[in-house]
């Protein structure tokens, strides 16, 4: 069946450090990728989408890596910092349909 | 520029019951989305509406239905509610099939007891 795993585990990171999380898919051959933030008791907000003839995309401290042959996405910001902490949600659109597959998220937490 | 607007935001009901969620999608979105969230989980896909017409279903039963008016707002019903139906439902506006990414509301926590 198509799945989505992002890490499961909390990630822990201090201030000031990059924060890598990895999103795989199995089953997929995605039309483009997103990437969502989510804070406790809100809606997901939009942070990136890469399509699949792209290899990276970058925002601001964000960037985002998409290996369609791996089907790994990688998904860093760097200099975090503790207003970073949040839930961070891959999603895929495997053929342009407009239905978005989530998986089920990574907490990041940014210590001072 | 208002984003996208959900109501209620807290709902208890009763099992058996029916419910409708509303949304209001962001300013010049012609596409909603409406997603379950389980605790802990991520968001899964219900279903899509564009020009009033369910465009796109994901695996739910025909308890939930959902409609599109002309001015691009949405309903999501849901009959004879089960204890399983507790949930954060999110609504999602986007241009045409979100290629430019989807904007979401906050969501309803709907609660049966």
């Known amino acids: 069946s198509q799945k989505i795993e992002q890490n499961s585990e909390a990630l822990n990171i201090q201030e000031g450090k990059t924060a890598t999380l990895t999103c795989n898919y199995t089953?997929?051959?995605?039309?483009?990728l997103q990437w969502y933030r989510q804070d406790p008791g809100r809606g997901p907000v939009f942070l990136l989408l890469?399509?699949?003839?792209?290899k990276e995309k970058r925002k601001e401290r964000l960037k985002v890596t998409f290996d369609t042959t791996l089907k790994q996405s990688l998904f860093h910001i760097t200099a975090s910092q503790p207003a970073d902490s949040a839930t961070y949600l891959c999603a895929l659109d495997r053929g342009n349909t407009g239905k978005l597959i989530f998986g089920q998220g990574t907490t990041l937490q940014v210590k001072p | 520029d208002a984003g996208v607007t959900q109501s209620p935001t807290h709902l208890i009901k009763t099992r058996g019951q029916q419910v409708t969620l509303r949304c209001s999608p962001k300013?010049?979105?012609?596409?909603v989305s409406w997603y379950q969230q389980a605790l802990g989980q991520g968001p899964q896909f219900i279903f899509q509406?564009?020009?009033?017409?369910?465009?796109q279903r994901g695996n739910f039963p025909d308890r939930f239905s959902g409609h599109q008016y002309p001015n691009y707002s949405s309903e999501l019903n849901v009959n004879a509610l089960l204890l399983g139906d507790s949930a954060l439902y999110l609504c999602?506006?986007?241009?045409?099939?979100?290629?430019?990414?989807?904007?979401f509301g906050s969501g309803t926590r709907l609660t049966v007891v």
């Open positions: 509406y564009y020009e009033e017409e369910e465009r």
């Open positions: 300013s010049g979105h012609d596409t």
């Open positions: 890469i399509r699949e003839n792209e």
């Open positions: 089953n997929y051959s995605p039309a483009y």
């Open positions: 999602a506006s986007s241009y045409d099939r979100g290629f430019y990414g989807y904007t």
